[in-house]
Structure formats: C-alpha cells, structure tokens
C-alpha cells in the first residue's frame, strides 16, 4: 500500500527582505484568522499559540507601515525584532499545521504558507552506457554509408 505524497510548508519565509516577508504575513494572517477548514482542536491544544502570532501580526503590521513611510531607524530596527519573532511563531504554527496536515490534509492547503510536494524518491543505481553486445562496429559503418 502506497501512502500519497503529502504537501510540506516551506520555511522560505525566514530569509526573505521586509516587503516580501510582509507579504506572506498577510496572506499567513488573513488565512489563520476563522478559517473553518481548521477545527479548533489545533489552537485549543495550543492556546497561546494563535493569539500572540496575531498580535504580533498586527504590531508587525503597523511597524512596517511606519518604517515605510518615515524610514525612521528606530521604526526599521522594531521591525527586524519584530520580523524575528514572528519567524519563530511560524515555524512553530507550521509544525503544528504539519502535524495535524496527517489526519486533515485540506488544512495545510488553506494555511497561506507557500507549499512544496514531498515526493518518495526510488533509488536507482545508475548502469553504464556501454554498446550491446550484437552491435559490432562494423554493422554502424555499414548502415552511415
């Protein structure tokens, strides 16, 4: 019995500039705020969890408004610590969401993190690419003349 590929969130958001990081926050928040396709059994097991990321989301939210526009160092400092925070309430939302992904595979789906397929591999062993044995070398120059 084969067991089907199932999906894995991507952590690229760890390494990604300030406007692209923000961008996926917002899809993360809009995603993870109500969605029904994720029972409440996850955020009841984890009660903190939800919560903080949102409030963090929200201060995050407003930090970048403002380093945007005023491009003040203390505003642009804020939100690198910010940015680190939220990167650890990521991964550990991801990890949760992977974990219950197993008995419920439509929540990883409708998370808003960026996905990538987990395919199994087979290993193959490679063969050396030598002629066959009924090809003579003289049967190749018959047939280019």
């Given at each position: ?99 219950i992904s197993i008995r419920y595979p439509e ?39």
């Open positions: 019995m084969t067991r089907p590929s199932q999906s894995r969130i991507l952590r690229s958001y760890r390494n990604k500039a300030p406007s692209r990081f923000y961008n996926i926050l917002l899809r993360v928040w809009k995603c993870l705020t109500d969605n029904p396709k994720i029972p409440g059994s996850v955020w009841a097991a984890h009660p903190e969890l939800l919560s903080s990321f949102l409030a963090e989301a929200a201060k995050y939210h407003e930090v970048y408004q403002r380093a945007s526009l005023y491009s003040s160092k203390l505003d642009i400092a804020a939100r690198e610590v910010l940015q680190a925070q939220l990167v650890d309430h990521m991964d550990e939302i991801a990890s949760v969401l992977e974990a929540v990883i789906v409708t998370s808003g993190f960026e996905l990538c397929k987990d395919h199994r591999t087979i290993s193959r062993t490679n063969i050396p690419q030598t002629p066959s044995e009924d090809v003579t070398v003289s049967d190749a120059e018959k047939t280019n003349s």
